[in-house]
């Protein structure tokens, strides 16, 4: 049993060495900045931005009358029928901001998502040409840590920004 461990063992050290030994050339892409960085991704923002602008405003409208209320209930001083009027309409506030807030939120996600899909292989075909002219053998993305030298995310970025 222990000889066919040690078997076992050696013969995975021989693959993943002769493996080390066939990759030449490894590049990294920061998958977070391209998306962050790139002319598409800034058109995506800017386009969202719009398309939720009223939606935004809205919300902003609402915390600014929240706030207007509450410092109205900490210096002014009222009668306990009205502090209760006020809270109660506070309340409405809150729960009208929250309700607008999710699913504003949601829909925002959702559109994000869509635009970023498209985004995304365009990225990708970008990355296999980068790959290809370059001659790398593995290009890999979402590492804890790699050196600056094999980060290829600038030159993706300068091919996305020239389609």
Request: charged share 30%.
């Amino acid at each position: 049993m222990l000889q066919k461990a040690s078997v076992a063992l050696l013969l995975m050290a021989t693959a993943s060495a002769s493996w080390a030994d066939a990759v030449q050339k490894i590049g990294f892409m920061d998958a977070e900045r391209v998306y962050r960085e790139s002319k598409d991704a800034q058109q995506i923002n800017n386009k969202l931005q719009k398309e939720f602008s009223s939606q935004f405003e809205q919300l902003q409208r609402l915390e600014v009358q929240g706030f207007e209320l509450q410092k109205k209930m900490l210096t002014v001083r009222m009668s306990e029928q009205e502090r209760q009027r006020q809270q109660a309409k506070m309340a409405s506030l809150n729960k009208q901001y929250l309700e607008l807030k999710r699913t504003t939120d949601e829909e925002y996600q959702l559109r994000r998502n869509e635009e970023f899909a498209s985004m995304q292989i365009k990225a990708n075909k970008a990355l296999v040409e980068l790959a290809k002219q370059g001659n790398y053998d593995v290009i890999v993305k979402d590492v804890v840590y790699v050196r600056s030298e094999f980060d290829i995310t600038d030159q993706l970025i300068q091919i996305l920004n020239r389609r």
